[in-house]
């Protein structure tokens, strides 16, 4: 059981990439227009994080996974109704505003909270884990702010790796510049993950792991705690669709040799 | 440190970092410099260089011009990245300062800890800032969902850390000179993590080049079945290696491509990785030209070409996104003829 772990992952919900965004400016500050219908699913480097701790509960017998996110009640059940099926989990909910314009400090505050009290959960054995970036904020804070709020100061940004030690050490490899890994190995936990992509693919829907998640699912939502998120001083002076429209040159009719010495021209033009 | 607002003087402190050698500060840095610089003039502030690194006191020298206070945190706890001492060192510059106001280049160093250090000094960041505007306040834009949506914020909570992309100001380039460095002592924490270096592909395989002038990004066109009814992958992995060979570009892949995984979970393109991906959950790079082959061009794509200049696409889709406003020029044409001309024109000229 040495290496029986206890892993906490935080992921938001995120509106769907294909869907189009229109910012909006209401009585609580900036959001999307129609967020709350637009399709919405787990936030993708934070998914990357809950596959590989799914992966490691699975390789290690006696851990535990939670998965904490924080968001309108009704779009979390709906998101959960398929990432419900990828793998167990014990999901803790915190009903609170959804996007990306509410302030970091804040949501990190609420998820510390919510973390925190947890019961049965061994914090020195704790792995927190999320995505390194959110798609929506895309701050890359929330992460380190709640590990700071926990006291764990062993954290890593950007890892596509976790290798268990037999002694309970274990290595990580976290993006660096370059197209580079920094390899970093830790003796013991807790620490902080903030994931890239790792290195599995996304798991199959599996209809009886879904089944079983949502008996736990369905009293979390109902019970999950409401959240304020305070500004903090933040402001927007402006939030606005880029205006960048390209008069695009289609080229149907140039032969291969065309194209080819065209392009050669302009990638050599200095 | 004062929390009460933006009315009184403020206090800018440019957080910097010394590169691989130790001594010298890295071009983000740099940049973060003249950012501070200009901040400075424009509110009328007071301005201090923090230095942290191996030999912090050694990378003084080239920002001696600029006239500000220099701060120093040395020592062999920073000769590499970690999050434990590089955060207690960021924290004791900060302390040391009462900065209001604190910038750094947003390089993987200090993303990995620079919200923990707002926290420590009671303050509040926001990150990825791309300019620096206003007069007698400080508005930062930055963008959300993914380079989707361009916002213009501003705090009157301090101190206000602010993380710049890289690329986004001049590296300070002022002339090198004696410089008097203040060093800070801080008291190292206890760490249970010791770095052991960097994973670097093997040469050939180091596609990933964040200097390059071009961006040559390929999709998962690139596997599909070509008109013959076969799937041409030695040849595709040829034609792409021998073209970055040529060009010096930096490869960027679509998602879809680099998640192809060939028998024993190797990549297709074994060059490949989920690092070179670039969209919407892949990076956003910042090069002057982009050439995109066999890839179609929607909004989860193109996000990543946020920070490109000059775009243009190679497609079989006559319909395809990059066809409606999101390129400069789209050649409707098979990237494999097109791509094995293009290397041939350019090994001529070499």
């Given at each position: 059981m040495a290496n029986a772990l206890q892993i906490v992952v935080c992921a938001g919900i995120v509106p769907d990439p294909l869907q189009t965004l229109e910012p909006v400016t209401g009585p609580n500050g900036p959001g999307l227009k129609n967020e709350m219908v637009l399709p919405a699913v787990l936030d993708p480097w934070a998914a990357c994080a809950l596959y590989e701790a799914a992966q490691l509960v699975a390789k290690n017998p006696g851990s535990k996974l939670w998965l904490v996110s924080l968001g309108p009640k009704a779009k979390l059940q709906q998101v959960m109704m398929t990432v419900g099926q990828k793998s167990a989990f014990e999901l803790v909910p915190i009903d609170g505003p959804i996007g990306g314009f509410p302030d970091a400090a804040s949501t990190a505050a609420a998820l510390a909270e919510a973390i925190a009290a947890l019961p049965g959960l061994d914090r020195e054995r704790l792995l927190l884990f999320g995505g390194w970036e959110s798609a929506t904020r895309g701050a890359g804070v929330t992460l380190q702010l709640v590990g700071e709020r926990l006291g764990i100061t062993e954290q890593f940004q950007g890892v596509d790796q976790i290798t268990l030690g037999e002694d309970g050490s274990f290595e990580v490899l976290e993006r660096v510049e370059g197209g580079k890994h920094q390899v970093s190995v830790c003796t013991a936990t807790p620490a902080v993950l903030g994931w890239a992509t790792g290195n599995l693919a996304e798991p199959r829907n599996n209809p009886q792991t879904g089944m079983a998640n949502m008996r736990g699912i369905m009293p979390a939502l109902a019970k999950a705690k409401h959240v304020d998120l305070a500004a903090n001083g933040l402001s927007y002076v402006s939030v606005n669709l880029p205006k960048q429209q390209r008069e695009t040159r289609v080229e149907k009719n140039m032969t291969a040799d065309e194209i080819a010495s065209e392009l050669v021209a302009w990638i050599t033009a200095e | 440190m004062d929390h009460s607002?933006?009315?009184?003087?403020?206090?800018?402190?440019?957080?910097?970092?010394?590169?691989?050698?130790?001594?010298?500060?890295?071009?983000?840095?740099?940049?973060?410099?003249?950012?501070?610089?200009?901040?400075?003039?424009?509110?009328?502030?007071?301005?201090?260089?923090?230095?942290?690194?191996?030999?912090?006191?050694?990378?003084?020298?080239?920002?001696?011009?600029?006239?500000?206070?220099?701060?120093?945190?040395?020592?062999?706890?920073?000769?590499?990245?970690?999050?434990?001492?590089?955060?207690?060192?960021?924290?004791?510059?900060?302390?040391?300062?009462?900065?209001?106001?604190?910038?750094?280049?947003?390089?993987?160093?200090?993303?990995?800890?620079?919200?923990?250090?707002?926290?420590?000094?009671?303050?509040?960041?926001?990150?990825?800032?791309?300019?620096?505007?206003?007069?007698?306040?400080?508005?930062?834009?930055?963008?959300?969902?993914?380079?989707?949506?361009?916002?213009?914020?501003?705090?009157?909570?301090?101190?206000?850390?602010?993380?710049?992309?890289?690329?986004?100001?001049?590296?300070?380039?002022?002339?090198?000179?004696?410089?008097?460095?203040?060093?800070?002592?801080?008291?190292?924490?206890?760490?249970?993590?010791?770095?052991?270096?960097?994973?670097?592909?093997?040469?050939?395989?180091?596609?990933?080049?964040?200097?390059?002038?071009?961006?040559?990004?390929?999709?998962?066109?690139?596997?599909?079945?070509?008109?013959?009814?076969?799937?041409?992958?030695?040849?595709?992995?040829?034609?792409?290696?021998?073209?970055?060979?040529?060009?010096?570009?930096?490869?960027?892949?679509?998602?879809?491509?680099?998640?192809?995984?060939?028998?024993?979970?190797?990549?297709?393109?074994?060059?490949?990785?989920?690092?070179?991906?670039?969209?919407?959950?892949?990076?956003?790079?910042?090069?002057?030209?982009?050439?995109?082959?066999?890839?179609?061009?929607?909004?989860?794509?193109?996000?990543?070409?946020?920070?490109?200049?000059?775009?243009?696409?190679?497609?079989?889709?006559?319909?395809?996104?990059?066809?409606?406003?999101?390129?400069?020029?789209?050649?409707?044409?098979?990237?494999?003829?097109?791509?094995?001309?293009?290397?041939?024109?350019?090994?001529?000229?070499?």
């Open positions: - | 607002g933006v009315s009184k003087m403020e206090t800018i402190l440019v957080l910097t970092h010394v590169d691989e050698t130790g001594s010298a500060l890295t071009k983000a840095s740099l940049e973060a410099v003249t950012a501070g610089i200009e901040l400075t003039r424009q509110l009328s502030a007071s301005l201090t260089i923090g230095i942290l690194g191996l030999n912090a006191e050694a990378a003084a020298s080239v920002v001696a011009a600029t006239g500000a206070r220099l701060l120093a945190v040395s020592g062999d706890a920073f000769a590499q990245p970690r999050y434990a001492t590089d955060a207690a060192g960021c924290e004791a510059l900060c302390r040391a300062t009462q900065a209001s106001i604190v910038l750094a280049p947003g390089s993987s160093r200090f993303t990995r800890v620079a919200a923990g250090v707002a926290h420590r000094v009671g303050g509040f960041i926001d990150t990825h800032i791309t300019a620096l505007s206003g007069n007698d306040s400080v508005d930062a834009t930055r963008w959300f969902y993914r380079q989707r949506i361009e916002a213009v914020v501003s705090r009157n909570a301090r101190p206000w850390f602010l993380l710049l992309d890289a690329g986004t100001h001049t590296a300070y380039a002022g002339e090198s000179g004696a410089a008097t460095v203040e060093a800070v002592a801080v008291t190292l924490p206890a760490t249970r993590t010791a770095v052991e270096g960097l994973r670097i592909p093997l040469l050939d395989a180091q596609t990933i080049r964040p200097d390059a002038k071009l961006l040559f990004v390929t999709g998962a066109g690139w596997t599909k079945k070509q008109p013959d009814g076969q799937i041409h992958v030695a040849e595709a992995s040829s034609l792409i290696l021998d073209f970055l060979r040529l060009t010096g570009a930096s490869l960027g892949s679509s998602k879809s491509l680099a998640d192809q995984k060939a028998e024993g979970e190797q990549s297709v393109l074994p060059f490949l990785t989920h690092m070179n991906q670039i969209g919407q959950t892949g990076s956003t790079p910042r090069h002057a030209k982009g050439l995109s082959t066999c890839c179609h061009g929607e909004e989860p794509h193109v996000v990543g070409w946020r920070f490109i200049g000059e775009r243009r696409a190679i497609s079989l889709d006559p319909n395809c996104g990059w066809t409606r406003g999101k390129a400069d020029v789209v050649y409707i044409a098979d990237a494999f003829q097109v791509i094995a001309k293009v290397n041939a024109l350019l090994e001529a000229r070499s």
